[in-house]
């Protein structure tokens, strides 16, 4: 079946602009999530939704950055003013999120590059 | 809070030959356990999972791991590696008790070289 979809798969914008990156979940999988990828600090956590949960966003670096999930399945992340440090892939992750099936499920990811 | 280590950033080892890549983790309570692989300018790709049960699990293209809770590891192995095996290839971890969080810890990743 269909996995992760994200887009774009790479997005080059000038700091101070905002951004937007798209990411739709495998179908029927409950819960999202949102890493960020850099060589310097490795595989961060940002967001997570759960179902009609309130999400938890413990892992946004700051104010600048926020996330939405509509209807339960497509996510939007939101960048504001972008400084050249938000350099980084942005991925997403999907997972039913059932006892005994944790694993998360992963999307290409998007290449934000800001000059 | 949760934690990661994977202590070598290269492993590097002959097609044919077993590989072993590391990893230790902390949590509180039982831990979840999971090993993905990267090739380049690509997603993360599950391999393998420790929830529960048996210590020694099987998971794609041949991988398996052992889950050693008085050592708190959870070491990837192949019993004969591949070139095309050539990847990034990470640890993470979630705790399994109620109210732990959700999210993944990953460990730095360590980059496997098979070589011909």
């Given at each position: 079946?269909?996995?992760?979809?994200?887009?774009?798969?790479?997005?080059?914008?000038e700091k101070g602009k905002d951004v937007e990156l798209r990411c739709d979940p495998i179908s029927g999988h409950t819960a999202l999530y949102w890493y960020r990828q850099s060589l310097g600090q490795g595989l961060e956590f940002l967001i997570y939704f759960q179902?009609?949960?309130?999400?938890?966003?413990?892992?946004?670096?700051?104010?600048?950055?926020?996330a939405e999930r509509t209807g339960g399945s497509v996510s939007t992340l939101t960048i504001q003013r972008t400084q050249q440090e938000d350099s980084a892939v942005y991925l997403c992750a999907s997972s039913l999120a059932q006892q005994g099936s944790y694993e998360q499920y992963f999307g290409p990811g998007t290449r934000l590059t800001v000059t | 809070a949760q934690s990661v280590?994977?202590?070598?950033?290269?492993?590097n080892v002959a097609e044919g030959n077993p590989l072993t890549v590391k990893c230790t983790y902390s949590v509180s309570g039982n831990p979840y356990l999971f090993w993905y692989v990267q090739y380049?300018?690509?997603?993360?790709?599950?391999?393998?999972?420790?929830?529960t049960g048996d210590n020694l699990v099987k998971g794609s293209y041949g991988f398996e791991a052992e889950f050693n809770k008085s050592q708190t590891s959870f070491h990837?192995?192949?019993?004969s590696a591949l070139v095309s095996d050539s990847a990034l290839y990470f640890c993470a971890v979630r705790g399994g008790t109620s109210g732990s969080a959700r999210q993944l810890t990953f460990g730095s990743g360590t980059q496997l070289t098979v070589l011909p």
């Open positions: 079946g269909a996995g992760v979809s994200q887009s774009p798969s790479n997005k080059v914008t179902g009609n949960s309130a999400p938890d966003k413990s892992g946004l670096p700051s104010d600048r950055f926020s | 280590a994977q202590p070598e950033d290269q492993v380049p300018n690509r997603g993360l790709q599950f391999l393998l999972k420790y929830i990837l192995k192949k019993p």
